[in-house]
């Protein structure tokens, strides 16, 4: 291997490394004391490869593995987002105190996955991958204290294994169709070859099929059905995982597929519009109803999966930049939550909304942090939820799509209303006598200031990351490239705001 390939892959070399120095520690009988601190020194090393790789281009493993300006900048986010579970892990007091060591090596390996599925260009390697992120995963879930009146996280975790393996044989049979099509498993082969027959049943039945495994990482209906549930069940530390890294991975994955499709790929275009308002509704009407906020947060992240298809309906440059642009953000919001959810109940019982009352009192920061997620999850400015969500809605309405951007617009005026009960109870309702203010640690403290900075930033100053991600898909695009995001999506004209 020659020394740049070395250093492309030199963030998978250095999670890897990570991965078996966490197995080593758990052999022994200290494991518990080591693992978060090796979790951590792996977390912060393989930020710091990501960023040294970031400017590599090679392609490896016979052509399977592309490590480009594509990838290696959705390495940093993921890497990133690694550090942040990491923090917002804490203790891991929810999870059984004697298998902490293997919570760690599995995380660490569940993002090597994602890490390798977000350079994997041919369809073999590109499934290995996402069972390496999946199933680890799948074994997480289980790992929760077991408590008296709360015994769900078995069934939580049969559920979330049962659809996986479910929607990847799905995913499997639709390559086939692609590779029968084709005579090739390579992606890059696969585009000149597919084009031509774009208009055939089979082509669309193939691309929908293998779409099938990463609309269940991202909870799109009718692929939604593990999400509440597996929330519900799952340890607060996990649910956060799970609700957030695994959906950079599969945006991006749906991005290279769907570039095979092109803009002008109507009938695929037509069912990803379907289900992106099935997904907004079914999403935003059941969380209306919700009590419990890892199930509001369950169906919320369906309504967001389907705001997330609205730049794959566009199927262009601007729609795809827009797609990742807001599913990126969508992780510093929905982590913004988790930390509060992890820190108002640190002996992990699953938090009410009304469990919120009095938390301004307890705790101003995971107030503020509360409140400035779910404005963002709501999509008011300036957060970085505005922006994603006014960015993917110019990429459909300049593609034709009024009426999908209008129903948009009606889910994003009706999650305002529950998204509003959840602040109205932090910020408004009395704490009770027996509750007392909250104790933050220095990671707690760090993290909340992190997700603050990243939300506002990504909402106030947003260019420089459009430019980022537009000029790598351009890359990926085979009809040339268009206009910066940055450069197209110019937000209401309040000197904050203004891009250029």
Sequence with gaps: MEASQFLAFLPETVLILGALALFVVSLGDSGILYARPVSLVTAVASILAAAVSSGQDAVLFDGAFRADGFSQWLK??????????????????????????EYHLFLAASVLG???????VELITLLVCLELASFPLYLLVPMRREQSAQKSQMESAMKYMMFGIAANGVMLF???????????????????????????????????????????????????????????????????????????????????????????????????????????????LIALVQTDLKRLLGFSGIAHAGYALLGFVAADEPGYTASLFYITSYVL???????????????????????????????????????????????????AGFMGKLALLKSALARGY???????????????????????????????????????????RILCVLLLVGILGLGVAPAAFLDTISSSVARLLPNGTRPAMAEQVHPVPAPAVVLR
């Design 174 to 284: 639709g390559m086939s169709y692609l590779f029968g099509l084709t005579g090739t498993t390579s992606l890059p082969a696969m585009m000149p070859k597919l084009a031509p027959q774009l208009g055939s049943p089979l082509a669309i039945a193939g691309l929908l099929l293998t779409f099938a495994g990463l609309y269940y990482k991202l909870a799109i209906f009718p692929f939604h059905f593990w999400a509440p549930d597996v929330y519900q069940g799952a340890a607060n530390e996990t649910a956060g995982l799970i609700a957030s890294l695994p959906k950079i991975g599969a945006v991006a994955v749906l991005v290279r597929f769907s570039s095979l499709a092109g803009p002008d790929s109507g009938g695929i275009a037509g069912v990803l519009a379907v289900l992106a308002v099935l997904s907004m509704f079914y999403g935003n």
């Design 333 to 383: 919001m929905v982590l913004a939550c988790f930390v509060v959810i992890c820190r108002v109940s640190p002996d992990g019982t699953n938090l009410s909304i009304r469990g919120l009352a009095g938390l301004h009192r307890r705790s101003p920061l995971l107030a503020v942090t509360l409140v400035v997620g779910v404005f963002a999850l709501a999509g008011l400015p300036p957060f």
């Design 114 to 120: 994602l890490c390798l599925l977000v350079s994997a």
């Design 402 to 444: 009024l009426w999908l951007v209008l129903l948009a617009v009606l889910n994003s005026a009706i999650a305002i209303y529950y998204y509003l009960g959840v602040v109205r109870s932090a910020c408004f309702g009395e704490a009770g006598e027996n509750q007392s203010p909250i104790r933050l640690d220095i990671g707690t």
């Design 76 to 101: 940093v986010v993921m890497l990133v987002g690694y550090g942040l579970v990491l923090l917002l892990s804490g203790g891991l007091d929810d999870v059984r105190h004697e298998i902490h060591a």
